[in-house]
T-cell receptor, first 114, second 114 residues
């Protein structure tokens, strides 16, 4: 089925470890986004890529890096994980220029940093 | 800057009764407004949107929302709640120009009691 695929679905890291969250979409969307979801905080934007070759910081970028590998893939990297990065991470995509279409979301990655 | 407020963390309603989930927004221009729903351990799913035109918009699963420009509100409603409507609901806003990302509210947990 067409949509946004995130891997892994679950991950436990030790403080200081690094990892990359993968996201791929097969809808030919130009724009991709990474959000984190925390209880009582809603969804907060970490980074986004309006189009292939561009990335921009969102509301909470510290401690993260991103790579827009190609039009389909947008990865999120934690270089040195901290307990404060325990969260559920969602990737989303949308059609650039079609502001009225909203987003398609992946099913999320639940990350625990111990 | 854009912002969204969902003043209620939790809404409880009896099955068969009407439900309202409140949302107010702030943008420096004309908004596009969205409602998303999140079921447990799932990603966000699109419910409905306001782009332009009729202030009352209808969406999936019998939900509707009313855009009120003077009150800067976009409340989600349903005439008769179902137990299966129990979920987390997010309101989101973006400007209708440029390519600014969606800004989400903190979410409202709806609990429909049989």
């Amino acid at each position: 089925n067409a949509g946004v695929t995130q891997t892994p679905k679950f991950q436990v890291l030790k403080t200081g470890q690094s990892m990359t969250l993968q996201c791929a979409q097969d809808m030919n969307h130009n724009s991709m986004y990474w959000y984190r979801q925390d209880p009582g905080m809603g969804l907060r934007l970490i980074y986004y890529s309006a189009s292939e070759g561009t990335t921009d910081k969102g509301e909470v970028p510290n401690g993260y890096n991103v790579s827009r590998l190609n039009k389909r893939e947008f990865s999120l990297r934690l270089e040195s994980a901290a307990p404060s990065q325990t969260s559920v991470y969602f990737c989303a995509s949308s059609e650039q220029g079609a502001l009225h279409y909203g987003y398609t979301f992946g099913s999320g990655t639940r990350l625990t940093v111990v | 800057a854009q912002s969204v407020a969902q003043p209620e963390d939790q809404v409880n309603v009896a099955e068969g009764n009407p439900l309202t989930v409140k949302c107010t927004y702030s943008v420096s221009g004309n908004p596009y407004l969205f409602w998303y729903v999140q079921y447990p351990n799932r990603g966000l799913q699109f419910l409905l949107k306001y782009i332009t035109g009729d202030n009352l918009v209808k969406g999936s699963y019998g939900f509707e929302a009313e855009f009120n420009k003077s009150q800067t509100s976009f409340h989600l409603k349903k005439p008769s709640a179902l137990v299966s409507d129990s979920a987390l609901y997010f309101c989101a806003v973006r400007l209708n120009s440029g390519n600014t990302p969606l800004v989400f509210g903190k979410g409202t947990r709806l609990s429909v009691i049989a």
